[in-house]
């Protein structure tokens, strides 16, 4: 049931659309109204590219965006929801061609108009704790999992430098480069200088909608042949229009977008917060294929990011939307269920005669070393007991603990070394302090100190015996500390 109800907000989702789906505007000729993709009847049956999310080579996945399992008719019938079946079956076709053709997909597009090679790995459809993904989501950080098929590089060597985590890449299918031709895109419109589409291009549609421009962007050029753009018209008639726009020498083709129209301000709008501009899309890759250009967008606003193709078919621009997907930000990362009992275990052995009265009920994550893979700070109730931990993967290590009397602090880190200090009292006049060194997620080194009166007294490094002058030396050379936010959350048992 909580499947096919998930299928439904799915296509609702298509429906309203992250950018409001588009309508053909007064006045436009049959040489450029919208095609709706899924009335359209498909003739290269190459699979299409798809687009990669990507953190670093270890997380990248195709994210899924809809349910694995077709959509039942009879339930929707039942539930009086039978309007929106079509749509849901069109979006799963789609997704079921792709899933079918995954590992046909063996090339990732970079820079330049080159290419590494890549493989799908499987598929990920529940979490940790074996709780199924919903599809459609795009999270901030790779730790949190997404429903999708999994791919790798099939040379390690190979690097992806400049792209940063949480990017859509372009991968393609081995019989879709058979047929097609990628072409050079040239970005146009840096964000400090916005280039303006043609006069001749700006008059003519005009003159095909019947409205008054109120702004245009020349975006990109594709090949020696194409360009693309947008056009915005002023409101009219208590609508406004954007066009999608695509030339080819002096044939104009444009895909119109209707927003919303508030009249009472004068405010347009087409994504949240787009300050009542209509944004131009950004284009991964291009081709020249059997039935003419095609390339793939990218259409992002706050917390959604539209994935899909333009087409040129038969004199008609044609938009393919792959998925509106919901992008999540500022993403608290999940302690899954099933490495709760080893951090409890790892925390009793360290100490089994001391910290059996203690139970880790709360956590936070910290990155300590800023490696994007944040180390975890556990505590007890008693908000004085405590353990900190590396997790990288599966992989979930004791880096220390805290005491009633041993607190932890953090410092900056420095060239890649985060450094966590645990001190305090150790008895009468004398402190105990622990420097330990982390570095890619991992204990790297360990500098204890013994002070009584505020004299060095005893002083290791990596277990072993460390001279006073080094330690005070190493002491003195260590970054400052930092204060991070503190905020708990509560395991729930």
């Given at each position: 049931m909580k499947k096919y109800f998930f299928d439904v907000i799915c296509v609702l989702a298509v429906m309203v659309g992250c950018t409001n789906k588009a309508q053909t505007a007064g006045g436009?000729?049959?040489d450029s109204l919208a095609v709706d993709s899924v009335m359209e009847e498909v003739r290269d049956t190459a699979p299409k590219p798809m687009f990669l999310y990507y953190f670093d080579p270890d997380h990248m996945q195709v994210v899924y965006w809809t349910d694995a399992q077709k959509p039942d008719r009879e339930w929707y019938e039942k539930n009086d929801m039978l309007q929106y079946y079509d749509a849901?079956?069109?979006?799963?076709?789609q997704f079921d061609a792709y899933r079918r053709n995954a590992a046909g997909y063996t090339q990732l597009l970079i820079d330049g108009g080159k290419s590494v090679a890549i493989r799908s790995i499987g598929e990920q459809l529940k979490n940790p704790d074996g709780e199924d993904i919903y599809p459609g989501e795009l999270h901030s950080r790779p730790t949190i999992p997404a429903a999708g098929m999994n791919y790798a590089l099939v040379d390690l060597k190979d690097s992806l430098r400049n792209h940063h985590y949480g990017q859509f890449h372009i991968i393609v299918h081995e019989a879709y480069m058979k047929t097609h031709k990628q072409l050079a895109t040239k970005f146009e419109s840096p964000f400090d200088v916005e280039k303006p589409l043609p006069k001749e291009v700006i008059k003519q549609l005009e003159e095909q909608y019947g409205m008054k421009t109120q702004r245009s962007e020349l975006t990109y050029t594709i090949g020696d042949r194409y360009t693309y753009g947008v056009l915005?018209?002023?409101?009219?008639?208590?609508?406004?229009i954007a066009l999608e726009v695509v030339t080819d020498g002096d044939k104009v083709y444009s895909y119109p977008v209707e927003g919303q129209y508030d009249e009472s301000d004068n405010n347009s709008t087409w994504n949240v917060d787009d300050g009542g501009e209509y944004f131009s899309s950004g284009i991964g890759a291009a081709f020249e294929g059997p039935e003419g250009l095609e390339f793939t967008y990218e259409h992002r606003a706050p917390e959604s990011a539209t994935v899909g193709m333009f087409l040129l078919r038969d004199g008609k621009l044609v938009r393919e939307e792959y998925e509106c997907y919901h992008q999540l930000i500022d993403e608290s990362r999940p302690l899954w269920k099933k490495d709760i009992a080893t951090l409890r275990k790892l925390y009793l052995e360290?100490?089994?005669?001391?910290?059996?009265?203690?139970?880790?009920?709360?956590y936070r994550w910290i990155d300590i070393d800023d490696d994007m893979n944040e180390e975890l700070w556990m505590r007890d109730?008693?908000?004085k007991h405590g353990a900190l931990f590396t997790v990288k993967g599966d992989d979930i290590k004791l880096i220390g603990v805290e005491t009633d009397k041993l607190h932890a602090s953090f410092l900056?880190?420095?060239?890649?070394t985060g450094y966590l200090r645990i001190a305090g009292s150790a008895g009468g006049p004398a402190m105990f302090t622990q420097i330990y060194e982390i570095r890619q997620s991992q204990l790297?080194?360990?500098?204890t100190a013994l002070e009584v009166y505020g004299e060095l007294d005893e002083c290791t490094f990596d277990g072993k015996p460390f001279a006073k002058d080094r330690a005070q030396s190493y002491l003195k050379a260590l970054p400052v500390t930092r204060d991070p936010y503190l905020y708990w959350a509560q395991i729930q048992e």
């Open positions: 436009a000729d049959t849901a079956r069109r979006k799963w076709e915005q018209f002023k409101p009219k008639d208590k609508k406004v360290e100490d089994a005669h001391e910290n059996k009265n203690y139970k880790l009920t709360k109730a008693d908000d900056q880190s420095h060239q890649g790297v080194h360990r500098f």
